[in-house]
């Protein structure tokens, strides 16, 4: 059974940081690109950062310098370590795992867990 776990959400106050992880399990296709995408009330998803196998980050411009992703390619987990949080990053973080076994692709996803700012 595949599984995606995040943990590490919650409440924070503007300037506060705090560090999202996600450990996938059961995937059998090889995982290429793990990362974190969110989506806030009435909006679309949205890229957050993405980390490749290789150590590659696209990670958006809009948490460019506050925001950091890493992996453990050994443990299939993904970290984000997010810094200076705006009320404009509440949103359900969702992990995302890439995965691909020969000509076929796969997206895996967790089941989200939430991030509040408030002041």
């Known amino acids: 059974q595949v599984q995606l776990v995040e943990s590490g959400g919650g409440l924070v106050q503007p300037g506060g940081s705090l560090r999202l992880s996600c450990t996938a399990s059961g995937i059998i296709f090889e995982i290429i690109a793990m990362g974190w995408y969110r989506q806030a009330p009435g909006k679309e998803r949205e890229l957050v950062a993405t980390?490749?196998?290789?150590?590659?980050?696209d990670v958006a411009d809009k948490v460019k310098g506050r925001f950091t992703i890493s992996r453990d390619n050994a443990k299939n987990t993904v970290s984000l370590q997010m810094n200076n949080l705006q009320p404009d990053d509440t949103a359900v973080y969702y992990c995302?795992?890439?995965?691909?076994?020969?000509?076929?692709?796969?997206?895996?996803w967790g089941k989200g867990t939430l991030v509040t700012v408030f002041s």
């Open positions: 995302n795992a890439e995965a691909v076994r020969g000509h076929e692709g796969r997206d895996y």
């Open positions: 980390i490749y196998n290789g150590g590659t980050t």
